[in-house]
T-cell receptor, first 114, second 112 residues
Framework: ETGVTQSPTHLIKTRGQQVTLRCSSQ?????VSWYQQALGQGPQFIFQ???????GRGNFPPRFSGLQFPNYSSELNVNALELDDSALYLC?????????????FGPGTRLTVL | EDQVTQSPEALRLQEGESSSLNCSYT??????LFWYRQDPGKGPEFLFT???AGEEKEKERLKATLTKKESFLHITAPKPEDSATYLC?????????????FGAGTRLAVHP
């Protein structure tokens, strides 16, 4: 059983650019959630995808968007990057949108915006 | 508003010195409280899930307990390899989706 993987590991962008982060779910999982973790803080919920549809969003602006593919892998896209977008971006996969499922996290992508 | 508060922010222990980390929460309709361990620059690693007051879970030197308002992570005779940030999260079922609300974490350093 393979765990959650994310790519790239690190990324450096400049303000105003766009970025795409990728996530492969753990085998057997059909739900993906994305979180942003600033230095010294806990992860903050961005949104969740279940069966290729966004079904929940945290307090993040529309320039944060995503996709989930038929194989349940996912992308996080951020447009018009701002300095405050510098953070560790975490993807978590689970099975089912409700219930007692546990979210398992990938290693994260460290994004630096200059 | 759903909220999770962890204390202390940082904890320094000598090897073998047992202690407890606290996680207090306010959430409408708790559907699970989770403990994760996070090493620097890495993703959170799942430790425990607790669902109801009075429940306890153990794994090696760690034991998690849950009351109606808080959870404790007890660390017995810690070793230097237990050094990490420990994150507490609650599941809030809002609008039909599975959202975790995290605390800021407790940074634990265990010295030989």
């Amino acid at each position: 059983e393979t765990g959650v993987t994310q790519s790239p590991t690190h990324l450096i962008k400049t303000r105003g650019q766009q970025v795409t982060l990728r996530c492969s779910s753990q085998s057997g999982h059909n739900t993906v959630s994305w979180y942003q973790q600033a230095l010294g803080q806990g992860p903050q919920f961005i949104f969740q995808y279940y069966r290729e549809e966004e079904n929940g969003r945290g307090n993040f602006p529309p320039r944060f968007s995503g996709l989930q593919f038929p194989n349940y892998s996912s992308e996080l896209n951020v447009n018009a990057l701002e300095l405050d977008d510098s953070a560790l971006y975490l993807c978590a996969s689970s099975f089912g949108v409700e219930g007692t499922d546990t979210q398992y996290f990938g290693p994260g992508t460290r994004l630096t915006v200059l | 508003e759903d909220q999770v508060t962890q204390s202390p922010e940082a904890l320094r222990l000598q090897e073998g010195e047992s202690s407890s980390l606290n996680c207090s929460y306010t959430v409408s309709g708790l559907r699970g409280l989770f403990w994760y361990r996070q090493d620097p620059g890495k993703g959170p690693e799942f430790l425990f899930t607790l669902y109801s007051a009075g429940e306890e879970k153990e794994k090696e030197r760690l034991k998690a307990t849950l009351t109606k308002k808080e959870s404790f992570l007890h660390i017995t005779a810690p070793k230097p390899e237990d050094s990490a940030t420990y994150l507490c999260a609650v599941r809030a079922l809002s609008g039909g989706y599975n959202k975790l609300i995290f605390g800021a974490g407790t940074r634990l350093a265990v010295h030989p």
